[in-house]
């Protein structure tokens, strides 16, 4: 943990070491519903973001390999290590339009905890802080959110961040893996409707 907290302790607030800590516990409690292996679990969780492609000009082969590096640093087994690099590279949302070229349980589980922390109340204060970091307005209604992005296009999107709501977090409900991330994230989804509706609301001046 102790590297981690180091890597990213200057991250953007979004993607730092509580959003590591929140997806690690999520992970674990779900793989434990799902029988999965909880070694392979927490190092995936651990080490997902630690090297994150969005802060890096879009290089997804940096996080792999600083995994790797690391995980071989602390003699872990090959086997081990090829997994979580398998699931570092598969991990991410990178726009709906991303074929998955290897799948497990572990990873599923993963994949519901790092998708359950960017919805809810969490969900939308980390896009509002990505948003201020990249310098995007809050909300632009002559900006229509894009649906069909290819994931280069939803890699360089400069789009105002309430459009990443239909662009991404709505969408995360539809796209979860386990039973355990389905219930969490239908409560959290309603609170991002909820909020849509009253920002809606204030940006008229009708609430």
């Known amino acids: 943990m102790q590297f981690v907290k180091q890597t990213l302790a200057d991250a953007e607030g979004g993607h730092d070491w509580f959003h590591i800590e929140r997806v690690y516990k ?16 927490a190092l995936g969780a651990l ?3 630690i090297a994150d492609s969005k802060f ?10 600083k995994a790797r590096q690391f995980l071989e640093s602390q003699v872990v087994d090959e086997p081990i290590i ?37 919805i809810g109340a969490i969900g939308i204060a980390r896009c509002f802080s990505y948003g ?9 209604p002559d900006i ?3 649906l069909n992005m ?8 400069t789009a105002p961040s309430v459009n990443h709501f239909y662009e991404k977090l709505l969408l995360l409900k539809g796209k979860m893996n386990t039973e355990s991330g389905k219930k969490i994230a239908l409560k959290r989804h309603e609170f991002m409707k909820s909020f849509l ?11």
């Open 150 to 157: 290819s994931k280069e296009e939803y890699k360089k999107s």
């Open 197 to 207: 509706t009253q920002f809606y609301g204030e940006w008229e001046g009708e609430l």
């Open 56 to 65: 890096y000009d879009g290089d997804e082969t940096i996080g792999p390999k």
């Open 26 to 41: 999520t992970a674990k409690n779900i793989a434990t519903t799902e029988n999965a292996d909880l070694f392979i679990v």
């Open 82 to 118: 090829n997994h979580v690099e398998k699931i570092i590279e598969n991990i991410s949302f990178k726009g709906g339009n991303f074929t998955q070229n290897f799948t497990s349980i572990e990873l599923e589980c993963l994949q519901d905890a790092d998708r359950l922390d960017a």
């Open 132 to 140: 201020g970091y990249k310098k995007r307005a809050l909300y632009n």
């Open 47 to 49: 080490l997902h973001d």
């Open 144 to 146: 229509a959110p894009n």
